[in-house]
């Protein structure tokens, strides 16, 4: 038995066996992505990985602090600068009660006691990481002479009404401190090369440290719906002439955008993509079911194909969300040329069973090696470098494979065996074969064995017969359509390598992320107020060990400097 027997009898003599088995693979899929499906939101993964620098971006995205720190900004008219001066410091306090945030920078941190606390925190390991000769200086301090000899200089100049051996003696007490910062302040200009005030006061920047547990895209989504209730209420108190705006970006609120827009992209694009191509199926062949189970087979294909990349890649970036609309576009045309020979056969005069074995057997190798073509063509994408290109691929492949068979099997599930539908009508540009093909059944009256249908008289087909004339034309005058087309060729290259209009290429990684990310808008507003802050160079030091971390970051410094 050939195999289009074999699914044709399938299809049309087990259909409760088919229905369970699709019922089954449904089930699966679907338990499989409620369970384990993840998105990817790191717009870095659209970049190819080989590159250090792309490799040094992730690395200081994930590896550093800076992953929970959200930065929020204040922004107010020009003539209310003295209102938000005043305004800062309530926001700032309102910040710090949040149980959300574990810390706050605001200014200098010595103008707060949690900085002068954190910098006595950190003192102890900024001292143990000098270099040998200033550290035996700083050490050297607790010798009991120059302790006597600093604490009779203070009380001198306690005595002669300063007010600085106070603060001195509150926040160093042995003196130890002030040395060990010391390396630290001079590469840290916090007032000077990363303003927290924009240069027209225009502008007041936060810096939030979160509480977070991790920096899974769920996790950034609990964070920014409680980050978004304080906005609503953190501008309370504010009498400016116009509404005070509170900006908010970082990773997680990008995060948070990026993997909720991603939601929405899969499912606008699936039934976008469904809905637009189920309408030109419709005008094409003006039947429902067979509408019905085209859109069913191809939602079918994506389901399997999300489930197989989730499988493989553990988790799904930004950009493979968009083989939805890729594969239903590629998918279709497999559900119209087999629809197209199946009705081409019953109006032919075969059976029912018979007319889907003629359609399997006709174009199931087309469809399985256009199927197989295609998705090797796309399955190159892997070899871009880029993760999330190489996802994309690897999901239209299985995809677009998955589909092919389907519309060979699934699809005539959804076409009914009554004599009564078979007008005998070969929708619009569907003879796919020629004259020869054709079984000269209902010429010569015969009908095969068991068969009921009824012969009717093939209705004219007005762009069958526009598409006939035009091969007719092209074939006996080739001339005239050749020139015409290298004319064109040659226009459309003349313009394409031409200065003008001229072809500029998007370099930057902000193209890739969606538009309407209020993170982005805001990172935005801030880097045009404050460019100095937000665009600085980056160097990363990796090593096995801390003294070779100490090593390679000295020579580093000596030469930079």
């Not at 010595?110 to 003192?123: E, K, P």
């Amino acid at each position: 038995m050939q195999i289009s027997d074999f699914i044709a009898r399938t299809v049309t003599q087990r259909r409760a066996l088919v229905w369970c088995g699709v019922a089954a693979l449904t089930i699966v899929c679907i338990a499989i992505l409620a369970t384990s499906l993840r998105l990817d939101s790191e717009i870095f993964n659209v970049l190819p990985g080989r590159f250090l620098s792309v490799q040094g971006l992730k690395m200081y995205d994930h590896d550093f602090e800076q992953t929970r720190e959200l930065t929020f900004a204040l922004v107010s008219d020009p003539q209310d600068v003295d209102k938000l001066e005043e305004f800062a410091p309530v926001f700032a306090e309102r910040l710090r009660v949040q149980t959300w945030c574990a810390r706050v920078l605001a200014g200098s941190p010595m103008t707060t006691a949690d900085g002068i606390r954190d910098l006595q925190s950190i003192a102890v390991p900024l001292l143990l990481n000098l270099e040998p000769s200033a550290f035996d200086e700083a050490i050297s301090i607790l010798q009991p002479e120059k302790i006597r000899e600093r604490l009779h200089r203070l009380r001198q100049q306690i005595e002669a009404g300063s007010p600085r051996p106070q603060f001195e003696l509150s926040f160093d007490p042995l003196g130890l401190i002030a040395p060990a910062l010391k390396p630290f302040a001079q590469s840290t200009a916090i007032e000077q090369e990363q303003p927290l005030t924009s240069s027209d006061r225009t502008m007041r920047i936060f810096l939030v440290v979160t509480n977070q547990k991790s920096i899974s895209a769920f996790e950034c989504q609990r964070l920014m719906r409680r980050v978004n209730e304080f906005r609503q209420t953190a501008a309370d108190g504010w009498d400016g002439s116009r509404p005070l705006q509170i900006l908010v970006t970082g990773r997680s609120a990008f995060v948070s955008e990026i993997s909720l827009s991603m939601r929405y992209d899969v499912v606008a694009t699936l039934l976008g993509s469904v809905v637009l191509v189920s309408i030109i199926f419709f005008v094409g062949f003006r039947r429902w079911l067979p509408l019905a189970g085209m859109a069913f087979s191809l939602l079918l294909s994506c389901l399997v194909a999300l489930t197989a990349g989730q499988l493989l890649f553990g988790r799904l970036s930004m950009i493979s969300v968009g083989f939805c609309a890729i594969l239903v576009g590629l998918g279709v045309d497999f559900a119209i040329l087999t629809i197209g020979r199946y009705h081409q056969a019953r109006a032919d005069g075969e059976p029912h069973q018979q007319a889907i074995a003629t359609s399997v057997a006709k174009l199931g190798r087309a469809v399985f090696f256009g199927a197989l073509t295609t998705a090797v063509g796309f399955l190159a994408l892997v070899l871009s470098g880029a993760m999330s290109f190489a996802e994309l691929g690897v999901l239209i492949a299985i995809g677009i494979f998955v589909a092919g068979l389907l519309m060979c099997s699934i699809l005539f599930l959804f076409v009914r065996d009554d004599a009564r539908r078979s007008t005998g009508v070969s929708p619009a540009g569907t003879d796919f074969t020629d004259s020869s093909d054709r079984e000269p059944l209902a010429s010569a009256g015969k009908m095969p064995a068991g068969s009921t249908d009824k012969i009717t008289v093939l209705r004219r087909d007005w762009l069958f017969d526009l598409v006939a004339k035009y091969v007719r034309a092209i074939v006996r005058r080739p001339t005239p359509v050749l020139i015409l087309s290298c004319g064109v060729l040659l226009l459309l290259t003349a313009i394409g390598f031409s200065p003008v209009p001229p072809l500029e290429f998007e370099a930057s990684t902000r193209s890739l992320q969606p538009k309407n990310i209020r993170a982005g808008h805001a990172l935005e507003t801030i880097m045009k107020k404050m460019p100095v802050r937000w665009e600085p160079v980056l160097a990363i030091v990796r090593a096995t060990n801390s003294q070779e971390l100490h090593d390679s970051w000295q020579k580093i410094s000596t030469h930079w400097s």
